[in-house]
């Protein structure tokens, strides 16, 4: 049994202390603060939540639109006379009424809620927990990484009546933020993962972060620890609060639990413990660092629960692995997979058909490829009928059940299935055909299998791949918008495939959050994210003569350059009959490589003023060295003619004409002149000039070892023998060439990739499909990774390895390497 509560509007009035504009006749059972991912409108509360950036009272219509009709707002000239049917709670500050509202909702149930904090860890130590315990009991947890003030109250939202117990994960990147979490989460007890540095800038010291943290526990009864940070055992012991039960365990100190010895065999690692003066021992199928630490963080709370050695010890041996991250491929047929195959439970399927939407192209279907889903506590029949419901909600067209237990419920769902009992079964079946034009999400259990379905759906298997990190790029955008007004507006350059990431899924991504503009070089990369679907804006930059009626045709707005371009884009706009077509003037101020000069401005005013085939919707020009301090006289030089040149031009008309001059380096060092808009290019993709280390990493281009081999010294290796080698040495092959973007100029020595965390050298020539690297010096195996560039062998190192810049290396990656996209 699951109840899911529901709320009187009335109710929610009180508990928030708001005012309520409407009758409130009505009750909710859902949170909404994203305008984006609704579930229910008509049974939902919209928050409207003030960030530094968004503001969700502007989406109130659009939301009143889709149905939703309870919203708490703060900001009362929003309520108008169209939303007659709406109820509107107002509140002096809205996060802090959801808040309120999932305090009071924690505070209706009496089972243990267990806090989860720490730098690192924290979901897998939650979603590990989740894994040993639910055989036993009905557990609440945070959806993929809930953590934050929002994030918190978003997860409690999820406790019902029927379960047992919760485990909720606090994260924080701000003084006085654990204090808020405490009062929504109030755990009876919890887990300290592990202290980093991350976050830090917020903070003062380590010391005081940790100290944050801990605050997490002001009201527990007891924590579990690693003695063997110092730092961590200190603080506890001077910590105010309640006191806490404090169960420890330590490599190298007294602690409750004891580890006396970790050996790695095969793809496990055998961990040896002492406990209440026993020897005991679990064996774990994982070998790294991370997952050891937090796998004992899991046996300290199994032992402190008083939990049997063999079934700890029967459990820990089929921990599964937490997929942190979604992929997005290529599949056959003109299809989209996105492969979610490690979760197949029910509370993050809502995340995952939000994806499937985000991803969703022009006249694409929408297909779920679903396994059984494994969740104790509930009947069968009434967690497919949840399933049914969310799919139908989130306009989902057609289904693949795979499993028996799926296919029993068959009739539960209502829209285009086929159901399959065994993925065997499926692949049996299985015939290409079935798929055409769809975006399809491949969500099964890990014994299911799915990643065979997946291989057999995608365009090829490649070895070598680009990967994209969608969340870096999120974060990257997030960091130039937070150097920005909250009104200034972001045109993002998407021209050359997106500096090499690809065009139509970067695009998707950025019109789900929202970017004002799109820009790309030439008509024909525009005309592709029309046809995947891309409603934004979207600015040409280097415009043809011969693609003006397409791009008219396109919704494509020019550049327009020269006194020439913009006759001859006006009579194509005559000969389309279209009036009012926004236009974009570009300057050259310094640049010299194409724009209007000042000797040409009279003319262009006389020609543009009063012309009602055109609309002026923007000015611009670019900086030659806005990234270069030695440039800046230069640079303030050309924002000063900008700044002159585009005020005659804005005074010439009656609506506004937007002015953008900053690239992104602009964005970082000269934010003064942000005018209305800025252009945004290779800081989306993780480069910076000057603050390199507030960005991440977005492109890491892979490879494996295809074979390798042992030669000895005095061999050569390659074309024209170039690689002479000095000692017996194993060689390793990599099947990337030149023709994929790996520049012949990095053989011989020159440039070197990351194996197992090793650099080593390229040996000999580069081939044309395939090169040679050296792997004496380091532990490795055919089929082991290889980074290009990546997280830890940077984009950067790479660029001074070719004496070149990040941009070339970016844009030369060919296409036929895959790009694989994924979300954390
Ligand atoms: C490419 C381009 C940009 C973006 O430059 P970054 O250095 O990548 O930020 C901006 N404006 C124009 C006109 C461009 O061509």
Same mark, same amino acid.
């Given at each position: 049994m699951k109840t899911c509560l529901s709320y009187d509007i009335t109710s929610v009035v009180e508990i928030t202390n708001g005012k309520l504009l409407g009758d409130g006749d009505t009750s909710v059972n859902y949170l909404s603060i994203d305008s984006r991912t609704l579930l229910d409108p008509a049974k939902t509360l919209f928050f409207a939540l003030i960030g530094e950036r968004h503001n969700g009272h502007s989406y109130i219509e659009e939301l009143y639109r889709k149905g939703v009709r309870n919203f708490v707002i703060s900001q009362e000239d929003i309520v108008r006379k169209e939303f007659s049917q709406a109820n509107f709670i107002l509140v002096y500050d809205t996060l802090e009424a959801l808040h309120q509202l999932s305090r009071w909702h924690r505070s209706r149930f009496n089972y243990p809620v267990i806090g989860i904090t720490g730098s690192n860890g924290k979901t897998i130590v939650k979603e590990w927990l989740f894994q040993l315990l639910q055989p036993d009991c009905q557990i609440v947890r945070s959806p993929k990484s809930y953590?934050? &003030?929002?994030?918190?109250?978003?997860?409690?939202?999820?406790?019902?009546?029927?379960?047992?117990?919760?485990?909720?994960?606090?994260?924080? @990147?701000?003084?006085?933020?654990?204090?808020?979490?405490?009062?929504?989460?109030?755990?009876?007890?919890?887990?300290?993962?592990?202290?980093?540095d991350a976050h830090q800038e917020n903070f003062e010291s380590t010391e005081e972060k940790l100290n944050e943290k801990l605050e997490l526990f002001d009201h527990s009864d007891w924590l579990i620890y690693c003695r063997d940070d110092e730092r961590i055992h200190k603080a506890i012991l001077q910590r105010k609060g309640s006191p806490l039960d404090c169960f420890t365990w330590s490599r190298n100190q007294e602690a409750q639990l004891r580890i006396r010895g970790e050996i790695k065999r095969g793809g496990t690692t055998c961990i040896r413990g002492e406990f209440s003066q026993r020897n005991i021992e679990v064996v774990l199928p994982f070998t790294d660092k991370a997952s050891i630490e937090n796998?004992?963080?899991?046996?300290?709370?199994?032992?402190?629960?008083?939990?049997?050695?063999?079934?700890?010890?029967?459990? *820990?041996?089929?921990? %599964?692995?937490?997929?942190?991250?979604?992929?997005?491929?290529?599949?056959?047929?003109?299809?989209?997979?996105?492969?979610?195959?490690?979760?197949?439970?029910?509370?993050?399927?809502?995340?995952?058909?939000?994806?499937?939407? &985000?991803?969703? %192209?022009?006249?694409?279907?929408?297909?779920?490829?679903?396994?059984?889903?494994? &969740? @104790?506590?509930?009947?069968?029949?009434?967690?497919?009928?949840?399933?049914?419901?969310?799919?139908? %909600?989130k306009g989902v067209d057609r289904l693949i059940g795979i499993g028996e237990s799926i296919s029993e419920h068959a009739g539960l769902f209502d829209?285009?299935?086929?159901?399959?009992?065994?993925?065997?079964?499926?692949?049996?079946?299985?015939?290409?055909?079935?798929?055409?034009?769809?975006?399809?999400?491949?969500?099964?259990?890990?014994?299911?299998?799915?990643?065979?379905?997946?291989?057999?759906?995608?365009?090829?298997?490649?070895?070598?791949?680009?990967?994209?990190?969608?969340?870096a790029m999120v974060h990257n955008l997030n960091y130039f918008r937070s150097l920005l007004k909250p009104?200034?507006?972001?045109?993002?350059?998407?021209?050359?495939?997106?500096?090499g990431s690809g065009s139509v899924e970067v695009a998707n991504l950025l019109q789900f959050q929202r970017v004002d503009y799109l820009a790309v070089?030439?008509?024909?990369?525009?005309?592709?994210?029309?046809?995947?679907?891309?409603?934004?804006?979207?600015?040409?930059?280097?415009?043809?003569?011969?693609?003006?009626?397409?791009?008219?045709e396109y919704r494509l707005e020019p550049e327009i350059y020269s006194l020439a371009m913009l006759e001859s884009f006006e009579t194509a706009l005559k000969r389309n009959g279209v009036k009012d077509f926004p236009v974009h003037i570009k300057f050259d101020t310094g640049m010299h490589r194409m724009g209007f000069g000042q000797a040409e401005l009279d003319q262009l005013l006389q020609k543009i003023s009063g012309n009602d085939q055109l609309h002026i919707r923007s000015v611009f020009s670019h900086l030659a060295g806005a990234d270069e301090e030695q440039h800046d006289d230069f640079t303030r030089l050309q924002i000063e003619r900008f700044k002159e040149w585009s005020g005659k031009i804005q005074t010439a008309f009656p609506y506004p004409v937007w002015r953008h001059i900053l690239n992104s380096a602009g964005i970082e060092?000269?934010?003064?002149?942000?005018?209305? *808009?800025?252009?945004?290019?290779?800081?989306?993709?993780?480069?910076?000039?000057?603050? %390199?280390?507030?960005?991440?990493?977005?492109?890491?281009?892979?490879?494996?070892?295809? &074979?390798?081999?042992?030669?000895?010294?005095?061999?050569?290796?390659?074309?024209?023998?170039?690689?002479?080698?000095?000692?017996?040495?194993?060689?390793?092959?990599?099947?990337?060439?030149?023709?994929?973007?790996?520049?012949?100029?990095?053989?011989?020595?020159?440039?070197?990739?990351?194996?197992?965390?090793?650099?080593?050298?390229?040996?000999?020539?580069?081939? *044309?499909?395939? @090169?040679?690297?050296?792997?004496?010096?380091?532990?490795?195996?055919?089929?082991?990774t290889v980074t290009i560039f990546g997280d830890e062998k940077s984009l950067l190192a790479m660029a001074r390895e070719l004496d070149t810049i990040p941009y070339e290396i970016l844009t030369t990656v060919s296409r036929r390497v895959k790009r694989v996209y994924f979300q954390e």
């Open positions: 953590n934050s &003030q929002v994030g918190v109250p978003l997860s409690l939202w999820n406790l019902y009546p029927e379960a047992s117990m919760a485990i909720i994960e606090a994260g924080i @990147s701000q003084p006085g933020e654990m204090k808020k979490l405490e009062a929504m989460i109030q755990p009876q007890g919890g887990i300290f993962t592990h202290l980093g796998a004992i963080h899991c046996w300290a709370y199994l032992l402190r629960e008083g939990i049997e050695d063999a079934t700890i010890r029967k459990r *820990m041996k089929k921990l %599964q692995p937490v997929a942190m991250r979604l992929e997005i491929k290529e599949g056959l047929g003109n299809c989209t997979l996105i492969n979610d195959f490690y979760n197949s439970d029910l509370g993050s399927l809502p995340i995952a058909l939000d994806m499937l939407n &985000q991803q969703q %192209q022009k006249k694409k279907k929408k297909t779920l490829i679903l396994s059984d889903i494994f &969740q @104790s506590g509930i009947s069968a029949k009434e967690l497919y009928a949840e399933v049914a419901t969310l799919i139908e %909600q829209l285009e299935r086929n159901f399959y009992r065994s993925t065997d079964q499926f692949l049996h079946d299985f015939s290409r055909n079935l798929f055409r034009d769809e975006v399809i999400l491949i969500r099964g259990a890990r014994n299911f299998h799915f990643e065979r379905i997946s291989n057999m759906l995608q365009y090829k298997a490649h070895r070598t791949v680009l990967e994209v990190n969608l969340n009104e200034t507006r972001v045109v993002v350059m998407v021209k050359a495939f997106s500096y070089a030439i008509a024909d990369e525009g005309v592709e994210l029309r046809n995947a679907g891309i409603d934004v804006p979207i600015m040409v930059m280097n415009p043809e003569y011969h693609s003006f009626d397409t791009m008219i060092r000269f934010p003064e002149a942000q005018f209305e *808009m800025v252009r945004l290019g290779i800081g989306l993709y993780g480069v910076s000039s000057t603050y %390199q280390d507030k960005l991440r990493n977005v492109s890491s281009l892979k490879t494996t070892i295809s &074979q390798i081999q042992e030669v000895s010294a005095n061999g050569t290796v390659g074309y024209g023998r170039r690689g002479l080698l000095l000692r017996d040495s194993r060689i390793g092959i990599i099947p990337i060439g030149y023709a994929d973007g790996f520049n012949r100029h990095l053989g011989n020595g020159r440039g070197s990739v990351l194996v197992n965390g090793v650099l080593v050298p390229v040996v000999g020539n580069v081939c *044309m499909d395939m @090169s040679m690297i050296d792997l004496t010096d380091v532990e490795a195996r055919e089929g082991d």
